[in-house]
């Protein structure tokens, strides 16, 4: 639903509307595959009237589902489905994401960040009131706290010109992907051969959408920002494996993902 996280993604609608989907409820029980950032949205038929998901309905361009269906895990994580939504228009069909049966987890709780990212866009949308508040008191996933990442020191440096497409590169440390569980496969299309620090900066919910590298590399983070990226550093270091320094002296041939 916000605006400022689908620029993130690279999309940007050409319209939006508010949209109402009757005999569906929200959930929070698709497992996002950092195990840190808990469950994430997904919707659920119920068939009762009463029920329903509210949301944005966006038009886009054709090449922008391509984009979506990548960064939204669809195959992994998601399936894409049609669906009736209800607008000031009338009834429309339009695609939404559902939680595959092998990803959905009912115990898994949405974080601050993901939540306030949502209502955000609930306001943005003017969407009702009452399920705005509904929003905020969704019971949340505790924090994570986690030391300062400091890895066992390998001595290795490494620029962008040897960064292979296996790699991937956060807050000034690369790591390799080569070997990843399944639900990670995606994400070595998304991150290998690119430094993903700014993509982070601007997935966090305080995000304008113009953070970028150079506020990393200038030491200009605010202590949330440090926090976020140091959490995912914990856990980029679980999933991958930690190989060395990056060099960023030739930072404008550098890949970077935005």
Known sequence: MDFAALRAKGVTPRASRWGRLSGWRLRFNVEHFFRHEGGVGNVERTGNAD??????????????????DKLEGYGVGYDRIEVPIE?????????????????VNDTCLPTRRYINILVRGARAAGLAPDYIAALEQQTLLPPVLRPAFAPTPTGRTMSHTALETDHTVLAGHVFCMKEVRFAHELARVWFGGKDVTQFHLRRMDQSTGAEDLRSFLDGDLRPDQRDFLN????????EYRHIGQFDYTDLPNAKILA
């Open 87 to 103: 607008t000031a228009a009338g009834t429309e069909t339009a695609f939404t994401y559902v939680g595959l049966p092998a990803y």
């Open 51 to 68: 029920d329903a998901v509210c949301g944005v309905l966006h038009v886009c361009d054709d090449a922008d589902l391509a984009a979506l």
């Open 231 to 238: 959490v995912y550093l914990h856990a980029f270091n679980e």
